[in-house]
């Protein structure tokens, strides 16, 4: 089992940055693929970008490609999303998840077996 903590949101203005940390127990967390998704208001969870086990592939969402950058380290447990040039529609709860490497996507929440409780991203404009 993965239990798992994000942390790094905030209040930010509009083109600022700031980096989501999720912090992961357990001795198997290099077996997981990772991802992030956000849910605003109103509206349902949709996918952000995931990271595959070795860190060598990932994917995004159309809406955040290149503004967003996932990263992970398997030797401190931790996967990242540094987030740039936001925009007030990228306020939301952000969350980390982690996924059994079984699928060739992972861009729908169902292959995640794991959540964190999330964090608030708050971006002013």
């Known amino acids: 089992q993965v239990q798992l903590v994000e942390s790094g949101g905030g209040l930010v203005q509009a083109g600022g940055s700031l980096r989501l940390s999720c912090a992961a127990s357990g001795p198997t967390f290099s077996s997981y693929v990772m991802g992030w998704f956000r849910q605003a208001p109103g509206k349902e969870r949709e996918f952000v970008a995931f990271i595959k086990r070795s860190g060598g592939s990932t994917d995004y969402a159309d809406s955040v490609k290149g503004r967003f950058t996932i990263s992970r380290d398997n030797a401190k447990n931790m996967v990242y999303l540094q987030m740039s040039s936001l925009k007030a529609e990228d306020t939301a709860v952000y969350y980390c998840?982690?996924?059994?490497?079984?699928?060739?996507?992972?861009?729908?929440?169902?292959?995640?077996?794991?959540w964190g409780q999330g964090t608030q991203v708050t971006v002013s404009s």
């Open positions: 998840a982690a996924a059994e490497p079984y699928y060739s996507d992972y861009r729908g929440a169902n292959r995640y077996m794991y």
